[in-house]
């Protein structure tokens, strides 16, 4: 007979760890999916100062480790699978399609796959991705050194890339689409007192010229005509993301932005044995603390699930 899992956790940022952790200390049956970027996008964030417990920051991909390191100590088992498909059945056992094929069947799914960063969808930036674009600072900053380099956006996530470029390349400027930013008022304050970023505010980028790697872009004033060319050899993408939700498209409730719902105070979705934690669920605080919590409630509510099933048995 197949093999039935207690739970399978598909996603391994801040909310899918968490919830191995608890998952794995309640001795439950089951398996940890990473997706197609093991650790999340956190592993792409050079130094994170709020994560709690770190009174000196801790860079992005070693605090993943951590938590994966944490994971495995109680014995959750790791795959780098993709899962490509799921058949969410209503007889209590769900079943997973696996990017080899693979299929597992679970009683219960955490769902923790995050989100992925947003591009302008302009002309020639997708052609441009690898070539002078990019959506990550700390990961393709170092081939940009002391050249003059964009970051587009005004949250946490731009301030931080640029601040991280401002020890790597010449000049950096800063392209915000309104008067003012969005990041939090620490962050702001550290902008200013960098000499080698230049804040370019009511700005949006018109054109991306370059035919085999990125040349200047065009950008234009939001509220008038006036135009400016900007000599970049790269373009840092940080204007937010998406949820990861693709597979889940018409068999989970979703609200319009994509993200999956989950009832008031809780980590349940519409399908019984089926939660969601973290950024794919959450497009209001959206920090890897927040994330972590959300993978803890969702381990909790898996347990409790489970043992109204072993009731009903
Ligand atoms: P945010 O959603 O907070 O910010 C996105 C930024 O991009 C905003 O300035 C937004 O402008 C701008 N933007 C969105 N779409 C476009 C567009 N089409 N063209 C131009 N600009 C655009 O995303 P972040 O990724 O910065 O942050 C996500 C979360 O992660 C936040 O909660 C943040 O606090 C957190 N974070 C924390 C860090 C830390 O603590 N060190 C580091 C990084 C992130 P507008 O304001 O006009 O909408």
Redesign the pocket.
């Known amino acids: 007979m197949k093999k039935i899992f207690d739970c399978i956790i598909i996603g391994s940022g801040p909310a899918g760890y968490t919830a191995a952790i608890y998952i794995a200390r309640a001795d439950l049956n089951h398996i940890l999916y990473t997706g197609p970027i093991p650790g999340g996008q956190l592993i792409k964030?050079n130094?994170?100062?709020?994560?709690p417990g770190f009174p000196k920051g801790v860079k992005g991909y070693l605090l993943m480790e951590n938590f994966k390191k944490q994971a495995e100590k109680f014995g959750t088992k790791i795959y780098f699978n993709n899962v490509i498909d799921i058949n969410f059945k209503l007889n209590n056992i769900h079943e997973i399609l696996l990017d080899n094929n693979k299929k597992i069947q679970t009683k219960t799914i955490i769902i923790a796959t995050g989100a992925y960063?947003?591009y302008?969808?302009i002309d020639n930036e997708k052609a441009l991705i690898g070539h002078g674009i990019s959506t990550c600072a700390t990961c393709d900053g170092f081939f940009f050194k002391k050249k003059d380099v964009a970051v587009?956006?005004?949250?946490?996530?731009?301030?931080?890339e640029a601040i991280f470029l401002s020890k790597l390349c010449n000049r950096i400027y800063i392209?915000?689409?309104?008067s003012?930013?969005?990041?939090?008022k620490i962050?702001q304050k550290k902008i200013y007192n960098i000499n080698n970023i230049k804040l370019l505010f009511n700005f949006?980028?018109k054109k991306i010229i370059g035919k085999k790697k990125l040349e200047y872009l065009i950008c234009k004033k939001n509220y008038s005509n006036e135009e400016k060319k900007i000599n970049v050899k790269a373009m840092f993408l940080?204007?937010?993301?998406s949820p990861n939700t693709n597979i889940f498209k018409n068999k989970i409730s979703l609200d319009k932005n994509g993200y999956i719902l989950t009832k008031k105070n809780s980590t349940k979705t519409n399908i019984p044995g089926v939660f969601a934690a973290g950024?794919v669920k959450d497009k209001?605080?959206?920090?890897?603390i927040t994330s972590a919590g959300t993978g803890c409630m969702a381990a909790i509510e898996v347990e409790k699930y489970l043992s109204s099933l072993d009731l009903e048995e």
């Open positions: 964030t130094e994170i100062e709020n994560y960063p947003k302008l969808n587009i956006g005004g949250g946490d996530k731009a301030l931080e392209i915000i689409r309104k003012k930013m969005r990041a939090s962050m949006e980028i940080a204007i937010g993301n950024d209001i605080y959206r920090q890897a």
